[in-house]
């Protein structure tokens, strides 16, 4: 195992990633953050020092932290925040699990000022090309987001304010790689400079094929992202090496990422091409008269001889409308190459109504049945369960009333190693995608209206090869049903991954695994306790 180190510098800064000026949060002052590559087995050791005026940590979305759950950066489930001025050291194995991944500051809703950036794992002994059913050459990522003018907290203070019914801030502006070009005299009253900005530009050989990994870093918009002239095959989901799919649109939601591998245009390929990425604004609650829904980056293919074509491309749109439906990509024929069955029964059965609604006074908050999950930042719940673990070691499977207010933070514990099988019946017309810490879960099944009520019987699921992957959506007024082995020993949270909503409430914590909690001595070293002292800092 080799081991990886960085050293991170948090600051503030003001940027126009797309022409318009607005305060962020960056890493080495580089937008978006740097890239983390490695190997399965290998070390990661990052060194956050944060320089910046507002709390920070930094999350590793989809990693197992198998045996480090203090390292999961979750404000208010693992960690206490990174205060200004003070720093934290990152430490943990990536074991078990390769492909696409990212990391992203855990703290409110600051990834979306600026704190995210791709993370990749290659999978151990060559195994990665063998398990990419679509051999490729050029691996390349794309990460896609919607973008904002205005700093999250702001935004958040408004949307969480009395009177808003849940209207999430809708995003003026979309990026590729942290890049896009506005006409800045579309909007005269903002600051705004392009001189020096590009679109991403994708140089790929002309006669090797591509692996795109794609990665949705964004706090609230859907994307449908296709290339002109282009199929693709899906090969990858969230980590998951699956059986290739042709398609040539792919929808994907925040948090998500596929790799797709390129198929070069049948016919005289040009040198030239448009990727582009749509905001479904369907799925937006009004709208933003300085929207502009599209992203464009370039693909440009070096011909042998080498000649450069001029930008920009001439290619056009494929032929036949984006759907304008809020919906994930149809998943139910991707299927993985290392096959798994899920378990047929279950132990828990988690039954979640998600809902948005208002119960104290014009306060639009989202509630998981009763519970309206409120982020206590200096109390992570992975603290105030080592710290009561021995009296609360006769603690039952089930919600943990003894140690949480059911209302406030719905926390739901196992004690060994379990099946858990959640049913979430979405009673919001929003698309939620749900987002599960330190697992890859089972998706049984997903769809439209109530969730059939045979469901639970056995049977009724297939559970061959179901596909396995850590964020998955549950549409507008649909259901959702995921499974999962909880061997994970940790606190983890289980979330709607759109920014507005979690901090809205939207989410539990499931502590799994409790018995093996008892003997981390991680208790008193390690988990990052010094960083709670500093909480009249943030
Ligand atoms: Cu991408 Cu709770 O995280």
Request: glycine share 8%.
């Amino acid at each position: 195992p080799t081991k990886r180190e960085y050293t991170w510098i948090i600051q503030d800064h003001e940027l126009n990633p797309d022409g318009m000026w607005r305060p962020m949060v960056l890493i080495n002052g580089t937008f978006p953050g740097p890239l983390i590559e490695c190997n399965e087995g290998d070390e990661l050791v990052v060194h956050v020092l944060n320089q910046a005026s507002n709390a920070t940590s930094i999350h590793w979305h989809g990693l197992y932290q198998n045996g480090t759950n203090w390292m999961d950066g979750t404000v208010g489930v693992t960690n206490c925040p990174i205060a200004p001025g003070s720093s934290f050291t990152y430490r943990f194995n990536v074991t078990g699990q390769s492909g696409t991944y990212y990391y992203h500051s855990h703290m409110s809703m600051q990834a979306s000022d600026g704190l995210v950036g791709p993370l990749i794992i290659h999978a151990r002994d060559g195994k990665e090309k063998e398990w990419q059913k679509v051999p490729y050459d050029q691996d390349r990522v794309v990460m896609l987001s919607d973008h904002y003018y205005d700093l999250s907290s702001e935004l958040l203070a408004q949307y969480l304010a009395p009177g808003n019914e849940n209207e999430e801030p809708v995003p003026p502006s979309a990026l590729i790689n942290g890049r896009n070009v506005r006409n800045c005299s579309d909007l005269p009253n903002r600051k705004c400079s392009t001189i020096g900005l590009a679109q991403a530009l994708f140089d790929l050989s002309a006669t090797a094929s591509t692996r795109l990994r794609i990665i949705n870093v964004g706090a609230f918009a859907e994307f449908s992202l296709q290339i002109d002239e282009h199929e693709f095959q899906v090969t990858e989901v969230d980590g998951t090496d699956v059986h290739p799919q042709r398609i040539h649109r792919l929808n994907i939601t925040p948090a998500q990422r596929y790799s797709i591998i390129l198929t070069l245009p049948r016919e005289n390929i040009k040198g030239l091409y448009w990727m582009r990425a749509r905001m479904i604004t369907h799925c937006f609650a009004y709208e933003n008269p300085e929207l502009q829904e599209e992203v464009w980056a370039t693909l440009r293919y070096h011909h042998q001889p080498f000649e450069v074509d001029v930008l920009p491309p001439q290619t056009h749109d494929w032929p036949e409308p984006i759907e304008v439906e809020c919906l994930d990509l149809n998943t139910t024929s991707l299927s993985p190459i290392l096959p798994i069955r899920a378990p047929e029964n279950t132990d828990h059965f988690i039954s979640l109504r998600a809902s948005f609604q208002i119960r104290d006074w014009r306060l639009s908050r989202g509630y998981l049945n009763d519970s309206s999950f409120y982020t206590n930042a200096s109390a992570p719940i992975l603290h105030t369960y080592l710290d009561a673990y021995d009296s609360a070691s006769a603690m039952a499977d089930g919600v943990n009333t003894a140690l949480f207010d059911p209302d406030k933070q719905l926390v739901f514990q196992t004690r060994t190693i379990s099946t858990i099988t959640i049913l979430i019946q979405n009673f919001d017309d929003g698309n939620h995608p749900f987002h599960l810490h330190g697992y890859k879960f089972f998706v049984l099944g997903q769809g439209h209206g109530y969730a059939p009520a045979n469901i639970q019987d056995a049977g009724v699921l297939d559970v061959r090869n179901p596909l396995r992957r850590d964020t998955a959506s549950m549409e507008g007024f649909g259901w959702l049903l995921i499974r999962f082995v909880a061997d994970n020993s940790g606190a983890w949270a289980f979330h709607c991954h759109v920014g507005w909503h979690v901090e809205a409430g939207l989410g539990m914590v499931l502590v799994t695994r409790g018995e093996r909690m008892g003997g981390w001595d991680g208790r008193e070293e390690g988990v990052g306790r010094e960083l709670c002292d500093l909480r009249g800092v943030w």
